[in-house]
């Protein structure tokens, strides 16, 4: 990982660089979908809950394919995944710009969108974790910010699109900017030097790390105890994420205002991500892991007491600050905790977890709402949730390695 100075080459921020804007077109491509919800309905007659559908297959598309193009990255290198799942999302961009029928769009949005994404999000957060040793937390939150940055960029865009054009046209458009900005930069990623100089480095700091075969980690508490840790994780933001602008309507606050605390919830968590890799790299991973997803679980709480528009802001913005904060500590643990030539493959798993729960928040949002006709149960099981979550991370134990001295800074 160092050069001849005993330094850390400067390529790994063009590593980090080019992790954000892949991860920012990848989630801004597949989250333009919303977007253009309403005109694509108009214009073909579709049901909105079947062209709604098409965000939740891609969801569970995204945890069947993580791990699979992870472990791909893993065997080839981060390069050719991440060119392949950039020619495959702008591809399928295209193809459900032409879809003919609900179903041809579910597969081809849904589906193949979905893979396409999961193509990027494991092997780039893999690469960059195995280009850092310091400045690992900060590094894995600034491409988790690149990817936080998709609401703010992608999304206006494909607004503006598709008020000037038919939804067929703008999202021909967003295939094309998504294939002309990702293709290329695929090409900036380069496997980690620890990785092409594992042979001379084994006896200094990573043969013990290197012992354990792919079984031994995948079978391993600390993996499973991550999978988990991130499914309740995600299980918990991701209801509050999906209907809290529901929630706000049905508080008497205009849609347009309540539209607004979306973006409130998204700008706060650019700041999260930054503030919480830094912390990371001061205190632990684990640690800040630990406080972060218990102040995200009480945070999900706070919204059942709040009905007026500045609070909503108050409770948007702390809760925004957490949750987007919390996310890249995974992929840190896991760079920490298993042998770098399998990172694509771990980091997969938990991204697998993930998509798995947040597939389930707006599906339990709406049944309680149908159920109840109220919001706050919704609000109190992603507290239980996220209670959860905190006392799984917190049962996590680092492995135990003569001489492998990153096991330190989580214990």
């Not at 084994?202 to 991130?230: R, V, Y």
Request: one cysteine or more; charged letters at 10%; hydrophobic letters at 55%.
């Amino acid at each position: 990982m160092t050069n001849a100075s005993g330094t850390e080459p400067r390529y790994r921020w063009v590593i980090v660089a080019a992790g954000g804007l892949l991860g920012c077109m990848a989630i801004g491509g597949m989250f333009a979908l919303p977007v253009f919800l309403r005109h694509i309905a108009e214009e073909t007659g579709w049901s909105v809950t079947g062209i709604s559908s098409a965000m939740t297959i891609g969801f569970l598309a995204m945890a069947l394919a993580s791990m699979a193009w992870g472990n791909l990255s893993d065997r080839l290198g981060p390069r050719p995944v991440v060119l392949i799942g950039s020619v495959l999302l702008s591809g399928s961009l295209a193809l459900a710009a032409h879809a003919s029928s609900l179903i041809v769009f579910q597969v081809t949005f849904g589906l193949l969108v979905g893979a396409g994404v999961a193509a990027i999000f494991a092997p780039m957060m893999a690469c960059v974790t195995g280009w850092f040793e310091t400045q690992r937390s900060l590094a894995v939150s600034l491409v988790s910010a690149g990817m936080g940055m998709a609401p703010m960029t992608m999304a206006p865009l494909a607004a503006w699109l598709v008020e000037r054009h038919d939804w067929r046209t703008s999202m021909m458009i967003v295939a094309g900017i998504t294939a002309a900005v990702m293709i290329p930069v695929s090409f900036l990623v380069k496997r980690a030097p620890a990785l092409a100089a594992q042979a001379s480095m084994a006896a200094a700091q990573a043969a013990p790390q290197e012992e354990m075969s792919m079984k031994e980690a995948l079978k391993s508490p600390q993996f499973i105890i991550l999978l988990l840790t991130n499914f309740f994780c995600c299980a918990t933001h991701s209801g509050p994420i999906i209907h809290t602008v529901s929630y706000a309507v049905t508080c008497g606050i205009p849609l347009l205002m309540a539209v607004s605390i979306y973006s409130v919830e998204g700008l706060a968590g650019m700041g999260g991500r930054i503030v919480f890799g830094i912390l990371g790299d001061k205190l632990g991973a684990k640690r800040v892991l630990v406080g972060g997803l218990l102040a995200q679980a009480f945070g999900a709480l706070a919204y059942v007491f709040v009905s007026q528009l500045a609070a909503f802001y108050v409770v948007a913005a702390i809760f925004g600050f957490i949750y987007a904060g919390v996310m890249p500590l995974y992929a840190v643990l896991a760079r920490e905790n298993f042998p770098l030539k399998m990172m694509g493959t771990v980091i997969g798993g938990t991204a697998m977890a993930g998509s798995l729960g947040m597939a389930l928040g707006p599906i339990a949002g709406g049944l309680i709402y149908d159920t109840f006709a109220s919001y706050s149960w919704l609000y109190i099981g992603a507290w239980g949730m996220g209670i959860g979550a905190t006392l799984m991370a917190f049962t996590f134990k680092p492995f135990r390695r003569s001489g492998f001295s990153a096991t330190s800074a989580i214990a």
